[in-house]
């Protein structure tokens, strides 16, 4: 049984946010959103709201189940670059600088570990 959750144009780059994800990826979800709560980076508050995202998803899905957060792992996650905002600052000698504010698309796929 598995989950998911999508967050989609998030204000980072998906560079920084692959940088807490490999941090994450595989681990049971207890520990991801321990990590996730406590980290200074500001990619780790999106993703740990989806994260929980998807916790919540998995257990309005299967609410009849007795699984616990301690069975549930995080299966996939992937990054995904969003629409670039092209936003221009004035340079030396007359010129215009192009300058570029990536977004991303996140999705998170959680699993538990019990097997029916």
């Known amino acids: 049984m598995e989950s998911q959750a999508k967050s989609r144009?998030?204000?980072?780059?998906?560079?920084k946010m692959r940088r807490v994800l490999n941090q994450i990826k595989g681990q049971n979800v207890e520990l991801a959103l321990n990590y996730l709560h406590f980290s200074p980076k500001r990619s780790a508050d999106f993703i740990e709201k989806a994260l929980r995202s998807a916790v919540a998803n998995f257990f309005e899905s299967y609410e009849g189940k007795k699984i616990t957060t301690?069975?549930?792992?995080i299966k996939h996650v992937r990054v995904d670059g969003g629409p670039a905002l092209r936003r221009f600052r004035p340079m030396s000698?007359?010129?215009?600088?192009?300058?570029?504010?990536r977004t991303s698309h996140l999705t998170i796929v959680i699993e538990d570990k019990v097997k029916e």
């Not at 000698?93 to 504010?101: A, E, K, L, Q, Y």
């Open 9 to 15: 144009f998030l204000r980072t780059s998906p560079l």
């Open 70 to 73: 301690h069975d549930l792992y």
């Open 93 to 101: 000698m007359g010129r215009v600088g192009r300058i570029r504010r």
